[in-house]
């Protein structure tokens, strides 16, 4: 199929992107990125946008930049960006393996950070990572810019905190401490395809023992989410099997899994269970 009629709009800058989607948001006005998930739902007609305003002219969303203490990273950003650390550290090396689990290669040429979070797919790998880590979504609009934590942010399946006139610009990653552990797994039936479970997991090592352990799942549920409980156990443990798999275990109790024709509840808590152990075992590594 084709997409239906619609009017393009190519702004060279912020202003004038925020002023014309302004105009034409009551209109179903959509933001075209990288188009890698806006573009298939307008082939198959699920999605109707009467304009789509294209941001890949706009120069000034085409930063990554690290002020040493976050990472923000503008809306034109491409996934293949990270294909090679983009700043030193744990964080550049542990987005560089994360990208390579998104999608396809011809996928992560195109498609964006940004746009990726702003479609808010449970199973964007990128979701994950700035639920986990606490990121900072940045929004502009006619009204000005706003500031939204990523707990606020994800407020449902593909849906978002983001009124229908605001562009989101920018997300903003914190630089966790240089000696963080970080691992990261996820499930899918085939390589490429969307995830059915994923776990971001990072914490520190203090005296030997777990300190600000952070666990997140995607995929499994309708939004991205930290599991505090399973933090918990985690917290002040030494590393391994045991810790890894009593928390692993609580992930798989507290979370609240979707379910279709092929992925029941057990099914998916069973993944849950696997992907947050095996993630804590590459952090450990």
Known sequence: MKPAPFIRHVPRTVAEAVTILAEVAGADGRVLAGGQSLVPIMAFRLAKPAHLV??????????????????????????????TPVVAGPLGAILTYVARHIAHYPIRMRGTF????????PASEWCLVAATLGATIVAKSTRGERLIAANDFFRGLMT????????????????????????????????????????????RLKDGKIAEPRIGVGGAEPTPRRLTDAEN?????????????????????????????????????????????RALEMAAT
């Open 54 to 83: 294209d941001i890949n002219e706009i120069e000034e969303l085409g930063h990554i930049r690290n002020n040493g203490t976050t990472l923000a990273i503008g809306a034109r950003v491409r996934h293949a960006a990270f294909h």
């Open 233 to 277: 156990e985690l917290a002040g443990k030494t590393t391994g099997d045991v810790a890894f798999r009593r928390a692993a275990d609580i992930a798989s109790q507290v979370v609240e899994p979707l379910e279709d024709h092929q992925t029941d509840f057990d099914y998916r808590c069973d993944l849950v269970r696997a992907v947050v152990r």
């Open 114 to 121: 940004c746009g990726s979070i702003a479609h808010a797919d």
């Open 160 to 203: 978002t905190a983001l009124t229908e006139d605001e562009l989101l610009v920018e997300v903003r990653l914190p630089q966790p401490p240089s000696d963080t552990k970080f691992g990261f797994n996820e499930f899918n039936r085939r390589a490429g395809d969307f995830a059915i479970a994923s776990a971001f997991v990072s914490y």
